[in-house]
C-alpha cells in the first residue's frame, strides 16, 4: 500500500498512529505529498481529484481518502482490537468523537490560514467565529473527559488526541488547557502512547 503523507498534517497522523498501534506501518510506504489549499498538486490529484492528504492507494491500485474512510478500512486488516466499534451505541460515541475532532481540526488549519495573512487582510468576523466554534467544542469535550478516560481507546481517542496536539503545534497562544483540566490531564496519556510519540510532527522536514 502507498499512503500520501506530510510530516505536519494532523489528519495523516490520525491514521498514521492507527499504522503504529496496529502493526501495519511496515506495510505501506510513505510518498511525501504537498497538499497547498492554493496549489493543487497533479501528481496526487492522479490517486486524490481533491489533492488532500492522507490518501491510501491499495496494492490493486484503488484510492481511499480521507482519514475516517482510510482509518476504518485499515481497521479491517489486523488481528487486534477494533478501534471502530462493530455496533451499538459505543461505535456512535467513536463515530462523534471523530467527527467532532475533525471537524475542529478543519477549523483551525482555516484559521491558521486566516491567522498567516497580512492583518490588514484578516477577516475579524471569521477569526471571532472560528475562536467561538473552537471555544465551544473544548467545552463539550471537557464535559466528555470522564468518559475519555474510562471508554478504553479507539478511533474517537485517536481523533481528539491529534486535535488537541495540534493545537498545542499551531496554537500554543492559545492556551487551550486553561479551563479544560480534565481534558488536559486525559491528554497527557495520550501522549506518552508510543504510537504518538513516533508520529510527532517533524518541522526538519519540508
Known amino acids: 500500500m502507498k499512503l500520501h503523507w506530510s510530516p505536519r498534517s494532523p489528519f ?3 491514521v498514521s498512529i492507527l499504522l503504529h498501534e ?4 511496515s506495510q505501506v510506504t510513505l510518498v511525501r505529498s504537498v497538499a497547498a489549499i492554493a496549489t493543487p498538486n497533479p501528481a496526487l490529484m492522479v490517486d ?4 488532500q492528504i492522507p490518501a491510501l492507494v491499495l496494492d490493486h491500485g484503488q484510492a481511499l481518502y480521507d482519514s475516517p474512510v482510510i482509518c476504518e478500512y485499515l481497521d479491517g486488516l489486523h488481528d487486534g482490537a477494533r478501534y471502530f466499534p462493530a455496533a451499538g451505541p459505543a461505535r456512535w460515541v467513536a463515530l462523534q468523537r471523530q467527527a467532532l475532532a475533525d471537524g475542529m481540526l478543519a477549523i483551525l ?9 497580512d492583518p490588514a487582510k484578516q477577516l475579524p468576523d471569521w477569526l471571532a467565529a472560528f475562536a467561538t466554534k473552537i471555544g465551544a467544542s473544548l467545552a463539550r469535550l471537557e ?6 478516560a474510562t471508554d478504553g481507546h479507539d478511533i474517537g481517542h485517536i481523533s481528539v488526541g491529534c486535535m488537541l496536539s495540534y493545537l498545542d503545534y499551531r496554537f500554543p497562544d492559545l492556551d487551550w488547557r486553561a479551563g479544560h483540566p480534565q481534558l488536559a490531564a486525559w491528554h497527557i496519556g495520550f501522549e506518552a502512547r508510543p504510537a504518538v510519540i513516533a508520529t510527532r510532527p517533524d518541522d526538519a522536514q519540508a
Open 48 to 51: 486524490n481529484p481533491l489533492s
Open 12 to 14: 495523516v497522523r490520525k
Open 143 to 148: 464535559q466528555q473527559a470522564d468518559a475519555l
Open 109 to 117: 488549519l482555516l484559521w491558521r490560514q486566516e491567522r498567516m495573512k
Open 22 to 25: 496496529t502493526g501495519l506501518d
